[in-house]
C-alpha cells in the first residue's frame, strides 16, 4: 500500500533550481534511499517533506490526506519524524528527558494540569516515561539512561536522536545521514538498529546518505537525483549500474564499467 506520495516537486531559490518535477511512492514498511552528489536537491527535498521549505509546485500526501503547503508541527502530528543530520539534541538534559520529548504531540493535558499536578498530567507523563524507557531498550541506551547527552560519545548521540524521533510514534521516518561522521564500528550498530526499526516496528523509512555500502545493504529501493532533476528510480542493483547513475557521480558520460560501479558503491 502507497504511504507517501510525492507529485510534480518543484522548487526554486530566485533562478536558482533546487529540485524539478520530482516524483516518487514509499510503501508502507519500504525503506527508499536518496542519494546523489552534492547539491543533488536531497536536503531540499527533505526540507520540503517535513515542512520547511513549501515547493512552488507539486503535491505531497501522506496515506491520501494533503501535507503541501503544511507548517512542519502539522506534518510531525500527521506522522513524519526526522533524525537530523546535525544533532539537534538539549545537552544538558539526561537521555530519558531527551527521548520523552518527542512524546509531546502524544501530550493532551494543559499547562494548568501540568503546574497543580492534576491526574490526567501525572497519568500522561507516566505513559510518556514508559514509552521513552522502552525505545532505551530497544536501542540499547540503558547505560547511559540518566547521562547528560552533552557527555556522551557521537556515535551514542545520534542513537539518541533516532530514539526521540521514534518517540513521536512516526508512520514515515526521514533519516538525514545517519551515520554521518561516524566510524566503523559506530555505522555498524546504527545500520543494525536501522534494520531492528525495520523489522520489529515495521516503519518506513527515506534516507538521505553518502555512504554507498551502507545504502546498497539496507535500502529496497533507491532514488537518485542530479542537479535537482531524479535521474534514475529502482532497486540496488539496478541503480549500480545506471549509466546517468556513474555519469553522475564520475563526472563523465562513459558507459558503466566494474570500476565506475565499484566506485559509485564504495566511495560516492
Keep these: 500500500m502507497t504511504l507517501l506520495r510525492a507529485t510534480g516537486l518543484s522548487l526554486n531559490f530566485g533562478g536558482t533550481r533546487a529540485l524539478s518535477d520530482i516524483s516518487f511512492e514509499v510503501t508502507e514498511g519500504e525503506l527508499l534511499a536518496v542519494i546523489g ?45 526526522r533524525m537530523f543530520q546535525n544533532i539537534e539534541l538539549f545537552d544538558n538534559l539526561t ?14 493535558y494543559g499547562p494548568v494540569a501540568a503546574a497543580l499536578r492534576l491526574p490526567k498530567a501525572r497519568r500522561e507523563e507516566l505513559a510518556a516515561r514508559l514509552y521513552a524507557e522502552g525505545l532505551i531498550e530497544f536501542l540499547e541506551l540503558q547505560q547511559v539512561r540518566d547521562h547528560p547527552v552533552g557527555l556522551l560519545p557521537y556515535g551514542v548521540k545520534k542513537r539518541v536522536e533516532l530514539a526521540r524521533a521514534l518517540a513521536m510514534e512516526p508512520r514515515l521516518l526521514l533519516l538525514d545521514e545517519p551515520v554521518a561522521g561516524m ?33 546498497m545493504d539496507l535500502a529496497d529501493r533507491i532514488m537518485v ?30 558507459s558503466p564499467s566494474d570500476s565506475g560501479a565499484a566506485v559509485l558503491e564504495a566511495n560516492p
Design 225 to 254: 537525483l542530479d542537479f535537482g532533476e531524479r535521474i534514475a528510480l529502482g532497486t540496488p542493483s539496478q541503480v549500480r549500474t545506471d549509466p546517468r547513475v556513474i555519469a553522475a557521480y564520475l563526472g563523465t558520460g562513459d
Design 95 to 108: 537521555v530519558l528527558d531527551n527521548i520523552k520529548l518527542g512524546r509531546h504531540l502524544h501530550l493532551r
Design 37 to 81: 552528489p552534492n547539491g543533488a536537491g536531497k536536503t531540499s527535498l527533505f526540507n520540503c517533506l517535513s515542512g520547511v521549505y513549501r515547493p512552488q509546485h507539486g503535491s505531497i500526501t501522506l496515506a491520501g490526506e494533503t501535507m503541501t503547503g503544511r507548517a512542519p508541527d502539522a506534518i510531525a502530528r500527521l506522522g513524519i519524524a
Design 183 to 215: 566510524n566503523v564500528e559506530e555505522t555498524t550498530d546504527m545500520a543494525r538498529f536501522i534494520l531492528d526499526v525495520r523489522t520489529d516496528l515495521e516503519l518506513a523509512m527515506i534516507m538521505v546518505e553518502h555512504d554507498m555500502r551502507l545504502v
